[in-house]
């Protein structure tokens, strides 16, 4: 709980972004002020609540919701239901977005693409994922996820912040304000976006969705790029040589010092050591990204995208190298997921973009022993309906979106490996058994973490906020 | 114990001024935080029928004076977890601190008393104070006093350098030229502060200053938010906003032409821009939403921010229940929302710029121009009776009944119709077939015409077309949303790449406002990258979701000399992308529309597609694109529709009807053109209005707009006064309401703010929330004292202002002990001067400034000044929308205050957003002060910064009056911070020097490539090695914690 006393204590010190409180401060005054304020990481004290089964996040968030249909949550029985109107009694008059709504008939498009089963667990997956196939076994599969949003803009918001409207910190913000850092070289919560491989048109993402809401700005997610500066401003200008620039901080530095002397700020002392920091950024960063001493089976196991920078491929390797690092929460967005027209080909597409890397970074981190203490899920923010949008031809069908089941899959620290959680109807539009809605996952992610979600909470105008609003049930059934 | 011991601390900051318990300052906070939340206003959660914010609910609790009977005490103190409140499954616990307030509380006599904020505030009498000779005016006799209970003594008055660069920073938003530091350090006549303090607020940047803080409250940004982000345009509200600071708009007014300035009688212009206060929340209109949903949300966004920005309260917490902690019922928020509810406004909106309703704002020229145009067309519609047209037009059409339907035949090849089927009906046999996929014939140019959605594939044979030798392509096409596509294609994969021909639509352009345009491209591939005729259209561009006729002549040259495109009938002129193609090119590939062989496939309607195999000539392409389509609606019995009746009249006033009326049309054509442009370049604003036939408003169950319950109409919540009665409950009454002196909260959150804005907390620290579970102040009297103080003059800001920074509390020095940090380390009680980094907006001005790079022009449109590349691309949703693709702005746009920055909400300014800027999502009573590793990198390496350390290195090269570098450096050191380097400073700064001189000697290419950063080019007389060395001093200065702190 974040009492007064919290918040005065961290407007205070506002070190959240490498969380170091009191590292590096000679003001004793502060610290005589800050016992145990936070801890080295500069998380809250108290945090985490219990022994965390998970140290870390990698979120591979999917963004435009990837199709159930096509890809995990497997209807044989749609076949016979092909072109015919999804009957009432499965719509049961529940909204659809006015994509759809205005079409005289909404009939029932069966997958296109062959289904067959993997693993000792015998998990049903489409040929689209050849890759996510063979580490079926590994991943806890959840098939009754459900949404409140039928739309991306609000649907994408509450995947990631808990409420479909702006304002609210995002899921990595939480828990860099939480749990603080592992690494003081790099930030707690890192983002790194890719761009779509199906060829229509692709929906936006919003810096919100790595936001901080209502908390201190410094636990924003801070993007990774691809290119010649990862983090904005990282480099020196042309024509500042390394050493230059360490003498232009030095000087900074004596003269900061100078000033500390005569004011007693301790905002200068902080100062001072942000500074460092950002120099020490400059090394580690380009150390990060850095492939260049990776083995060649690295590029092989994830693909031959892998090494071009900014794919969504090239991301996953750089999500394991963030999470060897102890990046606290790695978010990838991988965009294109909006299969409204063209899904054969488009979905085909995404696949073969992301199934490999995907499924090569489980493999990677389960091999290194790092997906022990590593959480990783996958998933996007809605799923796509069963009836088509659009002509529905031999070979060419689209899907609106879906809020009421669509598939996620985590796999890692605090996860069974190889549960299947919740039954759908035979349309793949109804949840029949055991449904988890965003608030569940998010107060699962947490607990995983260590983290109580009820406990995590902000007050701002006066309420006690948390990721999870005021709803929020474990997962029972994927803890391991 | 950590607990404990804060509570101590900041008890103590907090206490209050008699002895014993105060209670709300220090029980309601425990009760609210702790209790409420089962125990408070929302009957639907309250559990064991108790509330304790009412004093007859708890005192069914309490038993005063006596605490081992209350039960409320025994409670919270209980022995046994499972029995103490708050329960363990709430997360919340009392600290025995607590516990032990509530305990001397009620052994006190619980003595009760209504919230604070409700009551209005009637003006105290000033305290006694023994030093006396500290006080300036009022204000510190406030603070002084408790400063003496607390055995604290104020800090001396900072140096009037330092209260300089503090007062012009706080009054106008930019730092004090040195010029100006030196006349007021030498101006040693009485009132020379004073004097100081009215020419800050006489300066128009004073407005500037005063509408960043407001731009923060009224979620002013240059784009819609949500999903698209597409642009928008406030500006025209954010210039009033400059201008009503500048003008010093009495509060009150400021307060009703915001919220209701469209409602007042014989509105201004001004009065209506004003209330576009409440147009600057979010619009949506993502493809598929539910108009309703966000219609709702546009409502709930403006209760949230006018109730935060002018009273303070968090009324948002009503939307789904009744209010946890404040006395605001569902039912409330509702009746609030009613009066924002009226607009004329729809749900989905935005798509093309402003959403309605909106403003144009003519200048007087384009007014002119409006109405000259209006007038001719006026004139030249009379001419054109409809009478008389349609009589002649339906003599033409019988004339014309029996003419066959005439088009080129000689050396057509193909001719595929389109209307069903892939037939060639030339005769010649060359059917097409589909390849993939399937096509839907429909509705087309002529007749029926062939859709593809971009999984269809057809193929028509190689024999159609030899473009090695003389031929002619004509087709209509409708062209989909696709980044850049092929109509058609005759290719084919050699080893060097693709060999053959294409008829293209290249990458498109972005136009004036919301269209997207594509260059039409036609390209002969010889296989290899070196060899290829590529021509695209020079000025023409192709609109999506354009329906027109394309032909392609060539003469079999392979030059690009001998190529030729006509649009809808007309040559259209080329430039020459490359013109290499090698002798004996020849293709033999089939003919495909929608393969994706290179780019992505053909989405669109293809009709009456044509191969020739000679260039036709002008008139027949004119006849293929403009007569024939004409002629074959005339041939064609039955009705006609709207669209073909249209086409007909179109033609025959353009090409048949008699000479008069043929002119008549054109230069109603013409005029309508100019009319659209001119109206494209008049800026609008979005504006407040009410509907002609008002919405209803409904209580919605848990917020959702889709559980409509008890309709309401438009009220306040009873715990704040009434609605003058007799009065029209809208908007304009609301406002009025809001600015009545019995009103307990308006001025009261205004003065708070304004003291925030000064000494970088409120006394209400927690200035959104005013309501039980915000902070008490820590000096309830001096809020009070000043909220009357402001309404009974007239509610004048800049007089408030002039108020507090001439107090001597606002001039005392900001250094600080280790055993007053220790006491205070908010410095709430203000025994030093604030000393804060300065907002992200200053940072950035006082660098341009410094150097002398800013660009002082006030108001206009947003600007787009250097940002590293892709930030909006990479998130954007890409096309056919406006503010997708970041077009960074060059000259005097650069360098603007920040405060003109395009406001990108879903990728709001880098540079800004890492100083605490926030994304302007919603309304923001406070920003964050955080200080990080990213904010070093800016400053350091942002082109914005390295350009402006290098000007102002040049700006101290430069100075003849600084004849050596410790002169020099004491310059940029003045300039920067407004005060000379002390000696141990400038002994630093001399060591540094001497370093990067030395290093840039020996490395000429390096100054050189540091110089050339920025768009300004470098001062050529300054020799490179010199000028980097003195950059890199610059950026030390720029980068010193007091460079970006306001102390």
């Known amino acids: 709980m974040m009492t007064p006393e919290h918040e005065l204590l961290f407007t205070l010190t506002r070190r959240h972004f490498f969380g170091r409180a009191a590292t590096g401060l000679g003001a004793a005054a502060l610290a005589a002020l800050l016992p145990r304020a936070a801890q080295a990481g500069g998380g809250l004290e108290g945090l985490p609540h219990f022994a965390p089964k998970a140290k870390r996040v990698i979120l591979l968030h999917q963004s435009g919701g990837p199709s159930q249909l096509d890809t995990f949550d497997y209807k044989p029985g749609l076949a016979k239901h092909r072109g015919i109107d999804l009957p009432d009694s499965i719509r049961m008059g529940q909204r659809i977005t006015g ?42 599969i959840i098939k009754t996820m459900h949404t409140e949003a039928i739309n991306h803009d609000p649907a994408i918001t509450f995947f990631q ?80 040589a390394k050493d230059t620039r360490r003498s232009i901080l030095d000087t900074i530095e004596r003269i900061n010092r100078i000033k500390h002397t005569s004011f007693g700020d301790p905002e200068i002392e902080t100062r001072i050591a942000q500074y460092e920091m950002a120099y020490r950024m400059q090394t580690s960063v380009p150390e990060l990204m850095d492939l260049t001493k990776e083995p060649e089976t690295t590029f092989e196991n994830y693909g031959p995208e892998s090494r071009k920078p900014g794919t969504y491929a090239a991301n996953c390797l750089l999500a394991r190298r963030l999470a060897e690092r102890g990046v606290r929460f790695i978010q990838l967005y991988h965009r294109g997921w909006d299969q409204h027209n063209d899904l054969p080909r488009d979905l085909r597409l995404q696949c073969q973009g992301t199934d490999q890397p995907t ?52 796999a890692g620290g605090g996860i069974k490996a190889g549960v299947r959680i919740g039954e759908t109807d035979e349309f793949s539009y109804n949840v029949t058994a055991d449904p988890v809605h965003v608030h569940d996952l998010q107060a699962t992610i947490l607990h995983c973490l260590g983290i109580d979600h009820k406990r995590l909470t902000y007050k701002f105008q006066g309420r006690h906020f948390r990721l999870t609003d005021v709803h929020g049930k474990l997962i029972k059934a994927v803890l391991a | 114990m950590l607990r404990l011991y804060f509570a101590l601390t900041f008890g103590t900051v907090l206490a209050a001024a008699a002895p014993g318990v105060d209670f709300n300052r220090e029980v309601r906070p425990i009760l609210s935080d702790n209790c409420f939340h089962c125990h408070g206003p929302d009957s639907a959660t309250r559990m064991a029928n108790l509330r304790l914010d009412t004093e007859e609910g708890a005192r069914k609790a309490i038993e005063a004076g006596n605490s081992a009977k209350s039960r409320l005490f025994v409670r919270v103190s209980h022995a046994k977890k499972p029995l103490r409140m708050p329960p363990p499954a709430s997360g919340l616990s009392l600290t025995d601190a607590q516990v032990d307030t509530l305990k001397r509380w009620i052994d006190e006599g619980a003595k009760w008393d209504e919230h604070w904020a409700y009551r209005a505030p009637k003006r105290p009498a000033p305290p006694v104070v023994n030093a006396k000779s500290w006080v300036k005016n009022p204000v510190d006799l406030f603070l002084l006093a408790r400063l003496e209970r607390e055995g604290l003594k104020p800090a001396k008055a900072a140096p009037r350098e330092t209260l300089i660069r503090r007062l012009s920073f706080d009054l106008t938003g930019l730092p004090p030229t040195p010029e100006e530091v030196a006349a007021f350090v030498n101006d040693r006549a009485t009132g020379a502060y004073e004097r100081l303090v009215d020419r800050l607020l006489a300066s128009p940047h004073y407005g500037e200053r005063m509408a960043m803080e407001w731009l923060d409250l009224a979620r002013y940004a240059d784009t819609h938010g949500f999903h698209i982000d597409s642009h928008r345009d406030m500006w025209p509200w954010r210039d009033w906003l400059i201008r009503a600071f500048n003008r010093n708009q009495p509060f009150d007014q400021f307060t009703v032409e915001q919220i209701a300035g469209d409602l007042l009688p014989d509105a201004t212009l001004d009065q209506k821009i004003a209330s576009g206060f409440n147009r600057n929340h979010m619009i949506n209109f993502e493809g598929g939403a539910i108009p309703e ?79 000259a145009i209006d007038a001719k067309t006026e004139a030249r519609r009379a001419e054109l009776d409809d009478e008389v047209i349609e009589l002649l037009l339906r003599r033409w059409q019988r004339e014309r009944f029996d003419h066959v339907p005439a088009s080129p035949v000689r050396g057509l090849r193909a001719w595929y119709e389109l209307d069903g089927n892939l037939s060639d009906i030339s005769g010649q046999f060359r059917h097409g077939r589909v390849l993939t996929g399937d096509i839907a014939f429909g509705a087309g140019s002529i007749r029926n015409g062939a859709n593809f959605d971009s999984a269809t594939v057809a193929e028509f044979p190689a024999s159609a077309l030899d473009v090695s030798r003389p031929f002619s392509v004509s087709v209509w096409v409708r062209a989909g949303r696709q980044q850049g596509q092929p109509i058609l294609q005759q290719l084919e994969l050699s080893s060097g790449g693709m060999k053959g021909f294409e008829l293209a639509l290249a990458k498109p352009r972005t136009l004036p406002r919301l269209r997207r345009g594509h260059p039409v491209e036609i390209r002969l591939l010889g296989g290899d990258p070196g060899r290829a005729l590529i021509v695209r259209s020079r000025d023409y561009v192709f609109l999506q979701n354009d329906n027109h006729h394309l032909s392609v002549t060539g ?55 044509r191969f020739y195999d000679r260039p036709l000539g002008e008139g027949e392409v004119e006849q293929l694109a403009v007569r024939y389509p004409v002629e074959v609606v005339l041939a064609t019995p039955g009705k006609r529709n709207r669209e073909t009746a249209g086409a007909l009249r179109d033609y025959y006033l353009k090409h048949e009807a008699p000479e008069q009326f043929r002119e008549a049309y054109r230069e109603l054509l013409a005029l309508r053109e100019e009319r659209i ?211 960074q702005d060059h000259g005097d746009k650069l360098y603007r205050r920040a405060m003109y920055t395009f406001w990108k909400r879903t990728a709001p300014p880098a540079s800004l957003v890492t100083f605490d800027a926030p994304d302007r999502e919603k309304c923001t009573s406070r920003r964050a002060v955080t200080n990080t590793p990213l904010q070093a990198l800016v400053t350091l390496n942002d082109p914005t910064y390295v350009e402006a350390a290098r000007h102002l290195a040049a700006r101290v090269l430069s100075d003849v009056s600084a004849r050596n570098d410790d002169m020099r450096l ?22 540094a020097l001497a370093h990067q001189v030395g290093a840039y000697q020996r490395d000429p290419e390096a100054a050189r490539a540091l110089l050339a950063v920025g768009e300004k080019p470098a001062e050529a007389a300054i020799e490179a090695p010199r000028l980097a060395a003195w950059t890199n001093i610059c950026t030390i200065l720029l980068n010193l914690d007091e460079s970006v702190t306001k102390e």
């Open chain 2, 293 to 371: 949903e966000y219609q709702t949300e546009y409502v709930v966004d403006r209760v949230d921010a006018t109730a935060t920005v002018w009273m303070g309260l968090t009324m948002g917490c009503a939307r789904c229940h009744d209010h946890k902690y404040d006395p605001i019922s569902q039912k409330d928020f509702y009746r609030f929302a009613a009066f924002f509810n009226t607009t004329s406004e729809e749900g989905l909106d935005g798509r093309y710029g402003n959403a309605k309703p909106f403003l144009p704002l003519p200048n007087e020229a384009q007014q002119q121009r409006l109405d």
């Open chain 2, 970 to 991: 004491r310059k940029a050191f003045q300039l920067v911070t407004a005060r000379l380097p002390q000696a141990q400073e400038l002994r630093v700064l001399r060591g």
């Open chain 2, 677 to 887: 442009d001119l109206v494209e370049e008049i800026p609008t604003v979005m504006v407040m209005d009410e509907a002609e036939t008002p919405r209803d408003t409904y209580v919605l169950g848990r917020g959702d707009y889709t559980q409509k319950g008890e309709k309401v109409l438009p009220g306040v919540p009873a715990m704040l006064p009434p609605l003058p009665s007799g009065e029209k409950a809208n908007r304009l009454t609301l406002a009025r309401w809001l600015t009545s002196p019995e009103h307990p909260l308006t001025a009261r959150v205004a003065v708070n703010r304004y003291w925030q804005m000064l000494f970088g907390f409120g006394i209400v620290k927690t200035s959104e929330d005013f309501g039980s579970q915000g902070e008490p102040p820590v000096h309830q009297e001096l809020l009070d004292w000043l909220a009357v103080e402001f309404v009974e003059s007239g509610w004048d800001v800049k007089g408030l202002i002039r108020l507090i920074v001439t107090s001597a509390a606002y001039q005392q020095q900001s250094q600080v002990t280790p055993e007053l940090l220790e006491r205070d380390p908010e410095n709430r009680l203000l025994a030093r001067g604030p000393r804060r980094r300065l907002p992200a907006e200053m940072v950035r001005d006082n660098a341009l400034a410094a150097s002398g790079l800013l660009v002082k022009t006030i108001g206009g449109p947003s600007v787009l000044p250097y940002q590293p590349p892709g930030l909006w691309e990479e998130l954007a949703f890409g096309e056919a929308f406006t503010a997708q693709e970041y077009e």
């Open chain 1, 359 to 410: 499924a090569a970074l489980v493999a990677d981190l389960k091999q290194r022993g790092l997906l022990e203490d590593t959480l990783v899920v996958w998933g996007g923010e809605f799923g796509r309906t069963v009836y088509c949008q659009g002509r529905l031809t031999e070979s060419n069908y689209g899907r609106d979106h879906h809020p009421r089941n669509f598939v996620m899959w985590a």
């Open chain 2, 555 to 609: 003469d079999g040259s392979g030059r690009a000399a001998g190529l030729r495109l006509f649009v809808d009938g007309k040559p259209v002129a080329l430039d020459v992308v490359q013109d290499t193609l090698p002798e004996g090119f020849r293709v033999e590939a089939p003919l495909t529309i929608g393969a994706a062989k290179a780019g992505a496939p053909f989405k669109g309607r293809i009709d009456d597609l």
């Open chain 1, 99 to 140: 994509m759809t709504s205005g079409q005289s008939s909404l009939p029932v498009a069966p997958s296109i693409f062959s289904f067959q089963r993997y693993g000792q667990t015998g998990t049903w997956v489409s040929e689209l994922m050849p890759h996510t196939a063979k580490i079926v076994d590994d991943l806890a």
């Open chain 1, 161 to 240: 912040s808990g409420f479909q409207q702006p304002g609210r910190p995002s899921m990595g913000a939480w828990v860099s304000y939480g749990l603080g850092s592992e690494n003081e070289n790099l930030p707690s919560f890192i983002v790194l976006l890719s761009q779509a491989h199906a060829l229509n048109t692709d929906q936006p993402l919003f810096s919100r969705l790595w936001g901080s809401g209502f908390l201190p700005s410094s636990h924003q997610g801070v993007k990774l790029r691809s290119g010649a500066d990862p983090v904005l401003f990282l480099n020196d200008p042309p024509g500042v």
